[in-house]
């Protein structure tokens, strides 16, 4: 089955600093999402991609669907406290299988106040 | 989570025991999947159902688990005698329609422990 591949697996910042982190595919994917996910909570969809180099912007998280449609990026500009939890990428393949999301292993990011 | 409801939130079981986890849609919602989250991994499909339908579970291990989803009432996951393995957090989500593009939001989640 399909692999995503997340990195880095982890991240400790200062608070203020930007942070950057990715996803790469073996497979191709119609859509990219950027979820997080806070200790004990579900996932919470962050920016939802759909066309390849299409680049979104969620306040200061921004994301990027790779032109060749295996890869995306997700950037947080200047991190607080409040941005700590693992973040991950999904991808769907489309084709009427669009519930089937693969996630990557998730990045846990901490930031130091 | 867009108000797609779980429970229980916590649920210890001892291994051979039998675990039950429901999920409630949002209202007006008829298709429902399952997901499973073993500790330090990203979320694995499980299995997706309508209404008295189970329509794919290519996700599901083939013995001791099985979902329904009801006429009336929430969808539930039950696992049979459980293992020592089946240890995760058990995630629901749910849509309006069948071929949700980025539109897949889940519920806090049911975590499993099995002594």
């Known amino acids: 089955g399909q692999q995503l591949n997340q990195s880095p697996q982890s991240m400790f910042i200062q608070e203020g600093e930007d942070v950057s982190m990715n996803c790469t595919s073996s497979s191709i994917f119609n859509t990219w999402l950027w979820y997080k996910q806070d200790p004990g909570e579900g996932p919470v969809l962050l920016i939802a991609?759909?066309?390849?180099?299409e680049l979104t912007s969620n306040g200061r998280l921004t994301a990027q669907f790779g032109i060749t449609r295996k890869d995306s990026f997700l950037n947080i500009s200047a991190s607080i406290p409040s941005d700590v939890g693992i973040y991950f990428c999904?991808?769907?393949?489309?084709?009427?299988?669009?519930?089937?999301?693969?996630f990557g292993k998730g990045t846990l990011l901490t930031v130091n106040p | 989570n867009a108000g797609v409801m779980q429970n229980p939130r916590h649920l210890v079981r001892r291994r051979g025991q039998e675990a039950r986890l429901r999920c409630s849609p949002v209202?007006?919602?008829?298709?429902v999947y399952w997901y499973r989250q073993l500790p330090e991994e990203g979320l694995k499909f499980m299995v997706y159902l309508q209404k008295e339908n189970i329509i794919d579970e290519s996700g599901m291990p083939k013995e001791r688990f099985s979902a329904e989803f009801p006429k009336e009432g929430p969808s539930i996951l039950r696992i049979q005698q459980v293992v020592r393995g089946d240890s995760a957090a058990y995630f629901c989500?749910?849509?309006?329609?069948?071929?949700?593009?980025?539109?897949?939001?889940f519920g806090e989640g049911s975590r499993l422990t099995v002594l």
């Open positions: 991609l759909y066309k390849a180099g």
């Open positions: 999904a991808g769907q393949l489309g084709g009427g299988s669009n519930y089937k999301l693969t």
């Open positions: 989500a749910s849509s309006p329609i069948s071929d949700t593009t980025g539109e897949l939001f």
């Open positions: 209202k007006g919602h008829s298709h």
